[in-house]
């Protein structure tokens, strides 16, 4: 396989594995605390729904769009969103936002299931939807991965199966565990999710200005797909330089703990 097609390979497994850890916790907060019967129901809907949206939103890209407007508009979109993974990272690097913390999330799920209260018959209303939000709001991040990089790299079975294995990576971790899987270095791995879509982003993106020009023809990188690894390079020498200059400083023995600015996110 060239390295564009291991790079599509490599970012949707771990962009789709930080997607499926997440929606795992939210299923098996509901699971273990009201019914696994129909928290796993809410999940099947869940995965329909967002099997309807991928082949939907699949053929309208590919059906509307010249091939350089299509690099141009999921690029822009790749590289958005990777810079929104980035900013988050850099602000949990600085000390500026809380750590991810799946065992607090999977308590804060579990409690307010107890909270919900009882349900009179077999069907639990309450972990059916919860279950059944968490996983389509995870998934349709996971389907935006699939459908841009496959797409983009002209070749979904590829993103596909690195999106598949991660979520059966992910299944298997949780059935042997069963507790939150908070012994996955889920921030380290948003933090090369977000240098991976926005490296991926700018590749596609400007690509896809050649839309603008006579012809509309994709315009081409020196280097072709080897480009993206300078740009990866790149956008971690830069992320580095922010985390460096919104770092907090050491506090000293006595001095109150400074707030974060922002409270634990997802």
Not at 203 to 229: P, V
């Amino acid at each position: 396989m060239s390295a564009a097609t291991w790079g599509v390979l490599i970012a949707t497994f771990v962009a789709c594995f930080v997607e499926a850890v997440e929606a795992t916790t939210i299923v098996m907060a509901m699971g273990f605390t009201r019914s696994w019967r129909s928290a796993m129901t809410g999940v099947g809907v869940a995965l329909v729904a967002l099997a309807i949206v991928t082949a939907a939103f699949g053929y309208a890209l590919t059906t509307w769009l010249p091939e350089s407007a299509l690099q141009l508009v999921i690029g822009g979109l790749l590289l958005i969103f990777g810079l929104q993974w980035l900013r988050k990272a850099i602000l949990r690097s600085s000390g500026r936002k809380a750590i991810h913390d799946e065992d607090k999330i999977y308590r804060e799920q579990a409690a307010a299931a107890k909270l919900a209260g009882t349900t009179s018959g077999t069907f639990d209303m309450f972990s059916f939807m919860v279950s059944l939000k968490g996983t389509f709001l995870e998934g349709m991040e996971v389907v935006f991965i699939v459908i841009t990089f496959g797409l983009n790299a002209h070749n979904v079975p590829i993103a596909v199966l690195g999106a598949s294995t991660a979520v059966v990576v992910v299944l298997i971790i949780a059935v042997i565990a069963r507790k939150p899987l908070a012994m996955i270095p889920e921030n380290l791995m948003k933090y090369g999710v977000g240098l991976l879509l926005a490296s991926f982003g700018t590749f596609w993106a400007l690509e896809g200005l050649g839309i603008f020009r006579a012809g509309r023809k994709s315009l081409e990188w020196a280097g072709a797909d080897l480009s993206i690894l300078w740009l990866l390079v790149a956008w971690f020498i830069l992320t580095r330089v922010f985390i460096m200059a919104l770092r907090r400083p050491e506090r000293s023995v006595g001095d109150s703990p400074a707030r974060p600015v922002e409270e634990l996110a997802e």
